[in-house]
């Protein structure tokens, strides 16, 4: 993950696990199951004839991410307003300033933006609820190190934390609401850039496994037929 993080490898290129392998100085064992595991996270994806490969983001990966964070983050900010918040203001203002004083793209900007959303889901004390978090961010980490947010769209970390100490539950969400969509995922949803991907053909096999989990996860919901 982190060799795809950094740029070594960018959507399109495919992986051998092979040669990672050697790379690595390890079996191929481990290499295969942490490709099954970034399959899950939508990371990488396995096409007949072709092989593993970096997936390349479509319009619909970066809604998604975007739908995803707004759910969590709007029920962890709701849990921590006010009191929570003004406890931990020196820390969170530490962590607020390196998000502000990043440059305006980079994966320097991602992770200094993770780290500051990921304290404050982690103040809610719910372990479920941070999973969630740190697996939406970690496909951040690749969907949106290309995109460049212009200074007029970047709003103030610091000034949201001081914002967060209100007490009132439904303007706390409702700020960080604004906050999220107005990020790297909605510039990027409004200027198209990225494409959706081909459509799938009625009856064609799902390529990517969150894809294969829905199918499965439906046939196990759906009425008996006894």
């Known amino acids: 993950f982190e060799q795809i993080a950094s740029g070594r490898w960018v959507p399109g290129d495919v992986l051998n696990r092979r040669s990672i392998a050697q790379e690595l100085g390890i079996s191929v064992s481990p290499v295969g199951e942490a490709v099954l595991q970034l399959e899950l996270e939508g990371v990488l994806e396995t096409v007949p004839r072709k092989g593993t490969r970096v997936r390349r983001p479509s319009h619909r990966d970066v809604w998604g991410l975007l739908i995803t964070r707004i759910a969590i983050e709007c029920q962890a900010i709701r849990m921590v307003c006010g009191a929570p918040v003004d ?3 020196d820390h969170l203002t530490t962590l607020a300033r390196a998000v502000d004083a990043a440059p305006a793209a980079g994966p320097l900007l ?3 933006d993770v780290a500051f959303h990921r304290a404050l889901v982690a103040m809610t004390e719910c372990p479920s609820l941070l999973w969630h978090f740190d697996r939406i961010a970690r496909q951040g980490l690749l969907l949106l190190r290309a995109i460049n ?4 769209r970047r ?3 610091v000034a949201l934390v001081e914002r967060l100490c209100t007490e009132d539950p439904d303007q706390a969400e409702a700020l960080m609401r604004e906050h999220i969509q107005s990020n790297k995922a909605a510039l990027a949803l409004e200027r198209g850039l990225y494409e959706d991907t081909e459509p799938q053909r009625l009856g064609q096999s799902p ?6 989990m829905a199918r499965s996860m439906e046939h196990l919901l759906s009425p008996s037929r006894d």
């Open 87 to 89: 406890a931990a203001a």
């Open 110 to 112: 991602i992770r200094a």
């Open 149 to 152: 947010i212009p200074a007029q």
């Open 155 to 157: 709003m103030s970390h």
């Open 207 to 212: 390529q990517h496994p969150q894809q294969r």
